[in-house]
């Protein structure tokens, strides 16, 4: 019931910027928590930040101090702004969102995944 709809993404040069965002739409469901992970070509998806409903962020190593993630409850919306980003961020980025159905049934749903590419 939750559709996961990303926007941002695109090619951007090392020392750049961007901001990705993504916005849940549908009906009967509450959102826990939102975050992003990144796949790059022969590597493990990994998390990138999540943010809690109550604010609550974690980082990966590779991107703390670098990138920040915020959220917009009222319009369910996740962004991460990018920054100092690094030929070794480039990657498929992929919104997560912890969603609760009408039902009370919990699950994980994913975006379609948006391309970040970052030349050296």
């Known amino acids: 019931q939750v559709q996961l709809v990303e926007s941002g993404g695109g090619l951007v040069q090392a020392g750049g910027s961007l901001r990705l965002s993504c916005a849940a739409s549908?009906?009967?469901?509450?959102?826990?928590?939102m975050g992003w992970y990144r796949q790059a070509p022969g590597k493990q998806r990994e998390l990138v930040a999540i943010?809690?409903?109550?604010?609550?962020?974690n980082y990966a190593d590779s991107v703390k101090g670098r990138f920040t993630i915020s959220r917009d409850n009222a319009k369910n919306t996740v962004y991460l702004q990018m920054n100092s980003l690094e030929a070794e961020d480039t990657a498929v980025y992929s919104c997560?969102?912890?969603?609760?159905?009408?039902?009370?049934?919990?699950?994980?749903?994913w975006g379609q995944g948006t391309q970040v590419t970052v030349s050296s």
């Open positions: 943010i809690t409903i109550g604010g609550s962020t």
């Open positions: 997560y969102a912890y969603v609760r159905s009408s039902t009370g049934g919990t699950y994980p749903s």
């Open positions: 549908g009906s009967a469901f509450s959102i826990n928590a």
